[in-house]
């Protein structure tokens, strides 16, 4: 999401930049930011991409927070092209989160979420969509309509739940998470009373349970809960695994076993990546936190709403959207090999 209320933005900005100096002497982030792709034409000073998912032939989807746009970025050459433009009589004015989703038909089929937000901290009532991106062997890509919510406020972050056609959408207006089954576009809300949730992200489910890791831009924290498979209903309180940390969208890396792993940050107006290395689903103790890189625009502000980890030859690369940076949106790419 690209801001919390004002009064907790003022309220994290400051934690911020106390969390900053604190910890400057202690952690020194050892990856350069290399740009790879800036969204072309005239300088967009607010323009930003929201979201990132990598296609399996290692391509990044972008989503525009600031347009009905979906970009398609080449990483081995830092070209991009616009993929999707929706036009204004769809009402798919801002678009959010993103995800793969398998069908079992071997498609390769993704989940986007839309609402319209005329000015910063403003939704309008009714406007929240939920859509599918198809992809065929040619590269082509068609877009329909998969679901109007609109009972919804703003739809967040979007993961896929299995691999059976269903996705968890955040809601950070209603503060819950919708269970939809993407074949029919019907779902559930098995979870609610989610304070400032943002981005979210998933392990398993398998053996009947799984986690929802989650961004609570409100407390300031990183958490998981476990879920029951098939409904997504929590069977479990939730676990903080960071706190006191301004933090949007993020990406996963897991341990083979035992359950820990690590989790690489958009901060917001932090304009870094953080890691946050945790234990298994038994420990009890906050993650470590470490700034991999800062300064990702190069201007000294700007906006990493998310992170994303490339595939095949770039599985070690993360890609990190900045933007509100003084210039166009742009993709930046740390790598940590």
Same mark, same amino acid.
């Given at each position: 999401?690209? #801001? %919390?209320?004002?009064?907790?933005?003022?309220? #994290?900005?400051?934690?911020?930049?106390?969390?900053?100096?604190?910890? $400057?002497?202690?952690?020194?982030?050892? &990856?350069? %930011?290399?740009?790879?792709?800036?969204?072309?034409?005239?300088?967009? %000073?607010?323009?930003?991409?929201?979201?990132?998912?990598?296609?399996?032939?290692?391509?990044?989807?972008?989503?525009?927070?600031?347009?009905?746009?979906?970009? #398609?970025?080449?990483?081995? +050459?830092?070209?991009?092209?616009?993929?999707?433009?929706?036009?204004?009589?769809?009402?798919?004015?801002?678009?959010?989160?993103?995800?793969?989703?398998?069908?079992?038909?071997?498609?390769?089929?993704?989940?986007?979420?839309?609402?319209?937000?005329?000015?910063?901290?403003?939704?309008?009532?009714?406007? $929240?969509?939920?859509?599918?991106?198809?992809?065929?062997?040619?590269?082509? $890509?068609?877009?329909?309509?998969?679901?109007?919510? %609109?009972?919804?406020?703003?739809?967040?972050?979007?993961?896929?739940?299995?691999?059976?056609?269903?996705?968890?959408? !955040?809601?950070?207006?209603?503060?819950?998470?919708?269970?939809?089954? &993407?074949? +029919?576009?019907?779902?559930?809300?098995?979870?609610?009373?989610?304070?400032?949730?943002?981005?979210?992200?998933?392990?398993?489910?398998?053996?009947?349970?799984?986690?929802?890791?989650?961004?609570?831009?409100?407390?300031?924290?990183? /958490?998981?809960?476990?879920?029951?498979?098939?409904?997504?209903?929590?069977?479990?309180?939730?676990?903080?695994? $960071?706190?006191?940390?301004?933090?949007?969208?993020?990406?996963?890396?897991?341990?083979?076993?035992?359950?820990?792993?690590?989790?690489?940050?958009?901060?917001?107006?932090?304009? /870094?990546?953080?890691?946050?290395?945790?234990?298994?689903?038994?420990?009890?103790?906050?993650?470590?936190?470490?700034?991999?890189?800062?300064?990702?625009?190069?201007?000294?502000?700007?906006?990493?709403?998310?992170?994303?980890?490339?595939?095949?030859?770039?599985?070690?690369?993360?890609?990190?959207?900045?933007?509100?940076?003084?210039? !166009?949106? #742009?993709?930046?790419?740390?790598?940590?090999?």
């Amino acid at each position: 999401m690209r #801001q %919390p209320p004002p009064n907790s933005l003022k309220m #994290q900005l400051s934690r911020s930049f106390l969390l900053v100096i604190l910890s $400057a002497s202690s952690v020194v982030a050892s &990856v350069n %930011p290399v740009a790879l792709f800036t969204l072309p034409g005239p300088v967009k %000073p607010s323009s930003w991409f929201e979201n990132l998912a990598v296609r399996p032939n290692g391509r990044i989807l972008a989503t525009r927070g600031d347009a009905p746009e979906i970009w #398609q970025i080449n990483p081995s +050459t830092g070209v991009g092209e616009m993929l999707v433009s929706l036009p204004p009589s769809t009402g798919a004015f801002n678009l959010t989160g993103i995800s793969r989703v398998h069908m079992g038909d071997g498609d390769e089929t993704y989940v986007f979420g839309s609402s319209h937000i005329p000015a910063p901290l403003q939704v309008t009532p009714g406007s $929240a969509k939920v859509w599918t991106l198809e992809m065929d062997n040619s590269g082509s $890509a068609s877009v329909s309509l998969l679901a109007s919510i %609109p009972t919804a406020g703003f739809l967040n972050g979007i993961t896929e739940w299995g691999r059976d056609g269903r996705v968890l959408i !955040s809601d950070t207006e209603r503060e819950a998470v919708y269970l939809m089954d &993407v074949a +029919t576009g019907s779902f559930t809300t098995p979870l609610t009373n989610l304070t400032g949730i943002n981005g979210i992200k998933t392990v398993g489910p398998k053996h009947g349970s799984g986690y929802l890791y989650r961004a609570d831009h409100m407390s300031l924290t990183l /958490s998981r809960i476990p879920l029951d498979a098939t409904t997504a209903t929590a069977i479990g309180p939730a676990e903080i695994l $960071a706190d006191n940390q301004l933090i949007d969208d993020f990406s996963l890396k897991m341990d083979k076993q035992g359950g820990g792993g690590k989790a690489y940050l958009g901060t917001m107006y932090d304009n /870094s990546v953080v890691e946050v290395a945790f234990g298994s689903q038994s420990s009890s103790e906050l993650g470590v936190k470490t700034f991999v890189a800062t300064n990702l625009s190069g201007t000294g502000f700007g906006l990493c709403t998310v992170t994303v980890f490339g595939r095949g030859r770039n599985k070690d690369k993360l890609y990190a959207a900045v933007g509100q940076s003084g210039g !166009s949106a #742009q993709i930046v790419v740390l790598d940590l090999s």
